[in-house]
């Protein structure tokens, strides 16, 4: 089980920190994808076990960091930054997936319930 927190309503230019535990598992790759309405769900960023390899999206490089912590089974998704077109509902995700197919929604078998991010511009 995932669980998400985190989200709310932020001004451009603004900062919200992302979190997400898991429970009853552990997953190679923890990370958050995101849909905005009337757009398919798009990855974001993902880090990898072992070694916390990070990997992210061109449209949030260097603005958006993601980290975890093995030994509390959290991931977090620190967004600086922000613009309007990050508005959307973010989802944590988890899975086992080889490095190749960590940017694909449909290769994660266990997602969070969403949390809303909108930035107001």
């Known amino acids: 089980q995932l669980q998400a927190s985190g989200g709310g309503l932020v001004q451009a230019g603004g900062s919200l920190r992302l979190t997400c535990t898991a429970s009853?598992?552990?997953?190679?790759?923890l990370g958050w994808f995101r849909q905005a309405p009337g757009k398919e769900r798009e990855f974001v960023a993902i880090?990898?076990?072992?070694?916390?390899?990070?990997y992210y999206s061109e449209s949030v490089k260097g603005r958006l960091t993601i980290s975890r912590d093995n030994t509390k089974n959290t991931v977090y998704l620190q967004m600086n930054s922000l613009k309007p077109e990050d508005t959307a509902v973010y989802y944590c995700?988890?899975?086992?997936?080889?490095?190749?197919?960590?940017?694909?929604?449909?290769?994660?078998?266990?997602w969070g319930q969403g949390t809303q991010v909108t930035v107001s511009s």
């Open positions: 995700a988890g899975g086992d997936v080889i490095l190749s197919g960590i940017r694909v929604a449909t290769t994660y078998r266990y």
């Open positions: 009853g598992r552990t997953f190679v790759n």
């Open positions: 880090v990898r076990r072992p070694g916390s390899s990070t």
